[in-house]
C-alpha cells in the first residue's frame, strides 16, 4: 500500500534553489534512506514531508488516516511530567477506554440494573465491543511497551518519577525518541536519530526498526546503522534525487557501477561523434562524396549527445602529518580515577599505548570515555592513579563540543591567529581543503553548521602537526563523505591514536585495539569492533557454559563433554572467520585477474610485449593462488 508520494517538488531559500523535481514514494514497510553531502536538503525535504515548512511547487499525496510521526535532529523532549508520565500521554486514549470500561462494569455490577433486561444486554454489548477495541489497540500492554523502550534507550537505571526538566539534553532527546517509537505512526521519519546513543542503544533500536509495523524514512550518516536499517537509499545530489533499492553499502556498489557505465557511453559516443565530424570535415568539399558527407551531418545533427557524467561532489582533501617522531612510549595509564568535583565516575583505569597504535575506548554513556579523554589532556584533574607521556610525544586534541573554537572570530582568523607568520594565501588554501572557499573563509564561527565547525576543527588539528591525536567523537556532525575522508588522513596517519566515537563502521576501520570502560575497569581487546563484539560473546559463552557446569557437570565425562563443546565451538568460528577470508580473498584474486585481461585488451599494452609477459604472469600467479583457495574453500565447507 502507497502511504506517501512526493511528485515534482521544489524549494527555494531566496533566489538559491535547495530542491528540484523531488520525487519520493513511501510503501508499508519501507526502510528508506535519504542520504547527500551536508547542506543537500535532506533535513529540509524531512520537514517539507513531516509538514513543518511549506514548498513552492509540486505536490505530497498522503491518504487522511496515514499517521506520520517526526523527529528532528537534537529534538529534545520539554516537559514538566516525570518520565513515566510523559510517556502515559501516548495512550491517553487507552486510558480513556479503559476508565469507560471500568464505568461499565460498575453499571453492570448494580443490582438495579437488573431489573431492566434491555438496558442490561445493552450494556453487555456495549462492554464486549469496548474491550474487544482496547484489546486489539493494546490495551492490555501498553505499560510494558513503555517500559520495554524506556530499558532499550537505556533508561533501566532510572527512577521513572523523574522530572523530565531535570534530564541533561541527550537524555531528553532519546525521551523523545522513545516517545516518536510508542505512538507506533504508519510513517516514522527519524533526522539523525542515533546522535546521543551508545552502541548497546544503536544495536536495540536497529532491532527495534528491524520489527516496526510502518513505514521508516531515516537521515544517518551512521553507514553500519543505515546496513542494519534500510532496504531503498534515496541520494539527494546537485538539486536532484536518485533512487537505490538496497542497504547503504549496496548503493555505493551501484552507484560506482552507473558511473562507469554512464562514462563507458559517454566516451563511446564521443568517439562516434569525432569520427563523423573527421568524415564530414574531409569529404564534404569532394563532389565525389559530398552526398555522404551530409548524410552523415545529418546523422550528426539527429544525434542526441550526452552530457558527461558528473561523478561525485567535491571532497575535502586533507592528511594529518607529524612534526617529529615520538618515542616507542606514548602513554600510560596507572590506577587512575575519573570524574568532576571529586566524585568518580570511573577508576582503577590502566593500559598503555606504543607508537603507530589506534585505541577506541568504548563504552556506555555516562561511564566516563570524554571524561577520561579531557583528563589525559589536562583539562580536568585526575582523582587518583597516574598518567605518564612518553619522550616528544605532542597532542592533538579534538573536543566533540567544539570548545576549542572562538566564536566571535572570522573562519580565517580561527586559523591565522594561531599561525600568524604563514600568509593568508597559505591559510585559504589549507581552509579550501576543507571545503571553506570564498567567502566562506570570512563567515562568523558562531554562524557555522555543526557539519563546518566540525571541519574547522579538523582544520586547526591538522596545522598541529601532534604526533599523538586524541580524538572525542570526531565522526559527529560529518557527512558520510567526510567521514570517509577523514578515515583515510588517519588510516595513513604515521603517529598514535586515541580515540571515543559510537560509529562501529569508525571503529572497524580505524582501531587496533578497542578498550572496554566499566566502573571499575579497562578491558583491551586486540583488535577492530567486530573482532571486539565477537570475544564479548565468546566470553559470555563461556561463562554461560560455566555456570552450566557449575549446575550439571557432576563427572569427569560431562565436563570432557564441556571442554569438547566449547572446542567444537571455538573451531566452528575460526572455520567460518576463515571462510570469510578465503572468499574476500577469492573476490580480490578474481577482480585482479579480470582488470589484467582487460588491460591485455588495450593497444598500448598488447603492443608492448614486456607489459604482456609481466601481466600474464601475475595472472598465473593468481590463478593459482586462487586454485589452492578454491580448494581450502571446499574442504572447509564440506566440513560444516
Partial sequence: MILLQVNQLSK????????????LEVQTRDRIALVGRNGAGKSTLLKIIAGHISYDSGEIIKPKDVTIGYLAQNTGLESEASIWDEMLTVFDHLRRQEQDLRRLEEKMSDPSSFSNPEEYDRILKDYDHLQVSFKEKGGYQYEADIRSVLHGLNFHSFDYSTKISSLSGGQKTRLALAKLLLQKCDILILDEPTNHLDIDTLSWLEQYLQGYDGAILIVSHDRYFLDKVVNQVYEISRLHISKYIGNYSSYLDQKAENYEREMKQFEKQQEEIAKLQ?????????????KRAQSRRKQLERMQ????PLGDEKSATFGFEIERQSGNDVLK???VAVGYNGEKVSENLSFRLTRGESFALVGPNGIGKSTLLKTIVGHLPKIEGQIHFGSNV????????????TSNKRVLNELWDDYPLKNEKDIRTVLGNFLFSGDDVLKTVSTLSGGEKARLAL???????ANFLILDEPTNHLDLDSKEVLENALIDYPGTILFVSHDRYFINRIATKVIELSKNKATEYLGDYDYYVEKKLEMEELQQLEKQET?????????????QDKEAKKLER???????EIEQTIEQLEGKIEKNDQLLCEPEVFQDHEKVFAINSENERAKEELEKLLEEWTELADAE
Fill in 333 to 335: 595509564v596507572d590506577g
Fill in 12 to 23: 527555494s531559500f531566496g533566489a538559491d534553489p535547495i530542491l528540484t523535481n523531488i520525487k
Fill in 551 to 563: 549446575v550439571v557437570v557432576k563427572d569427569s565425562q560431562e565436563k570432557t563433554t564441556y571442554q
Fill in 278 to 290: 573527421d568524415f564530414i570535415q574531409r569529404n564534404l568539399a569532394r563532389a565525389s562524396t559530398t
Fill in 459 to 465: 582544520a586547526k588539528l591538522m596545522m598541529q602537526k
Fill in 305 to 308: 549527445v550526452m552530457d558527461r
Fill in 574 to 580: 575460526q572455520r567460518k572467520r576463515r571462510l570469510e
Fill in 394 to 405: 605532542t597532542i592533538g586534541y579534538y573536543d566533540q563540543e567544539q570548545a576549542e573554537l
